[in-house]
């Protein structure tokens, strides 16, 4: 019998609306609620792939408005949000101050031993650098919206102690799994996939998506940032 993974789906205000569904939709084909459910797939694979619980997660109950789409409920908050194995991150405004609670939340799913990995998707990054748990970490972002806080002086405003990588298309470091702008987050979500699931697994979720992932170099965005020093 195959693991049940919960995996939280962390909604920032006005959040990029591709980074959350792509990403998510992308691991959600590797499970096995997924696989079982498509005809022809062989029962010797679908029952090696994980079960996937998805917790939308909010400061409260009220729905979250995307950059684009329908209003998103959360199914949980902070406060009552069960325990994680994985959380995923999309991209918000990253100047404006996280909701109120945020930063807890992430501080302590972050030392919790029972969170595996953080995923941060597009300028995820700079937002929840807010909170502290990105120091000392390397780390990826959108490199339009890095380069306009390089270029204004924002990026000073920011902790000096997170090391900004413009060449990658997406960088793991310790727990911190994150990617540059909005697509990359299936990128992110595929190297994620090939980490933690089933070769088989992998390989077909990837056959039924149709995607081919990028890998994390050479990044073809890198020009973006090029003569740019991204250290405060």
């Not at 490199?143 to 000073?156: E, S």
């Not at 060449?167 to 990128?187: E, F, P």
Request: hydrophobic share 40%.
């Amino acid at each position: 019998m195959s693991q049940t993974l919960n995996i939280g789906l962390l909604f920032l205000p006005s959040f990029q609306w591709l980074d959350a569904v792509g990403t998510s939709d992308l691991l959600n084909n590797h499970s096995r609620e997924t696989l079982s459910s498509v005809s022809g797939v062989p029962k010797h694979i679908s029952d090696k792939a994980p079960s996937i619980k998805w917790h939308f997660i909010s400061n409260n109950m009220d729905p979250v408005q995307t950059t684009t789409g329908p209003p998103q409920h959360p199914t949980t908050t902070y406060k009552d949000c069960p325990p994680l194995d994985y959380l995923v991150v999309p991209g918000p405004y990253p100047i404006v101050p996280l909701p109120e609670g945020c930063n807890e939340f992430l501080q302590a799913r972050y030392v919790d031993p029972h969170v595996k990995a953080i995923l941060l998707v597009c300028t995820a990054s700079l937002a929840v650098s807010q909170a502290g748990i990105l120091d000392g970490h390397k780390v990826c972002t959108n490199k339009c919206v890095l380069r306009d806080l390089i270029q204004t002086g924002g990026l000073a405003s920011f902790s000096k102690k997170v090391e900004w990588v413009g060449d990658r298309r997406w960088i793991v470091d310790g727990k911190i799994w994150s990617s540059a702008g909005i697509t990359a987050g299936l990128d992110l979500a595929a190297e994620f996939a090939k980490v933690h699931f089933d070769e088989e697994v992998v390989k077909l979720a990837l056959e039924m998506s149709e995607y081919s992932p990028l890998p994390d170099k050479p990044d073809q965005f890198a020009f973006l940032l090029e003569g740019l020093e991204t250290t405060v």
